[in-house]
């Protein structure tokens, strides 16, 4: 499975709103525990409606949780 | 071991116990039959659809019964409650194992026409057909579990 450019802090974010666990966010945002383990590993990329269900339950900003790393990609992809 | 894991090594052995007594049990019914076990071809047809028939709902009401004992026994085992919805990522993982399986078995069905034409049974064609269903179905239990293990 190729690594996805979609870095997270959810495992961070989760930390500072008072130890969260998996199991509270996944039932703020609507999905299940399992999915809350895959997006902090990595292996799954959530849709933009999850991203932004996240975000709002830590009270900040999509970007301030999940980052695009592949700034290269991005640029390239943009100026041809 | 999670909740879906498991259930799709379930369905997978599920499946092979069910298609495996099926046989079993169509074959002795085929070597029943009033003109032996090598028929004409209408007979057979006959013989086959009605075999396939009966599958279907079988099969269905089989995994039905399969998929309540093992949430009881689940429950029972892990003291976890299970799963009362399907979420997004959940969803993606079942639409891509689909997707898979359809594949196969599209693949498998136009495999099954081969032994007509080079003039085999319609038995060889229907087993294709059975065989590669549920290798289809396997193909596609994998991926499922490799899709929540690794990733998606």
Redesign the interface.
């Known amino acids: ?1 190729a690594e ?1 450019p979609i870095s997270n802090k959810v495992r961070e974010m989760r930390f500072h709103s008072g130890e969260m666990t998996q199991q509270e966010l996944a039932e703020k945002v ?3 525990r ?2 809350i383990v ?1 997006i902090e ?4 990329s ?2 933009l409606e ?1 991203a932004f269900r996240i975000a709002r339950a830590f009270a900040c900003g999509v970007e301030d949780v999940f980052q695009f790393e592949n700034d290269s990609d991005m640029t390239n992809g943009g100026t041809k | 071991m ?1 909740y ?1 894991e498991a259930k799709s090594l379930l369905m997978t052995s599920s499946s092979a116990v069910i298609l495996g007594t099926y046989l079993w049990v169509v074959f002795n019914r085929l070597e029943g039959l009033p003109s032996g076990p090598l028929p004409d071809t209408d007979t057979l047809l006959r013989f086959w659809a009605a075999a396939t028939l009966v599958f279907i709902p079988v099969s269905v009401v089989a995994r039905i019964v399969i998929m309540i004992l093992f949430a009881i026994i689940y429950r029972m085992v892990t003291g976890q409650d299970l ?1 009362t ?1 399907e ?4 969803k993606l993982i079942e639409l891509k194992s689909t997707r898979v399986s359809q594949a196969i078995f599209v693949l498998v069905f136009v495999l099954s026409m081969v032994p007509v034409v080079t003039g085999y049974t319609v038995t060889v064609m229907f087993l294709t057909l059975l065989l590669g269903g549920f290798f289809a179905e396997l193909v596609g239990e994998i991926g499922r579990i490799s899709m ?1 293990r ?3």
């Open positions: 499975m996805s609507g999905v299940t399992q999915t895959a590993k990595q292996r799954y959530p849709s999850l | 999670s879906q799963p919805f979420d997004e990522r959940d929540y690794r990733g998606v």
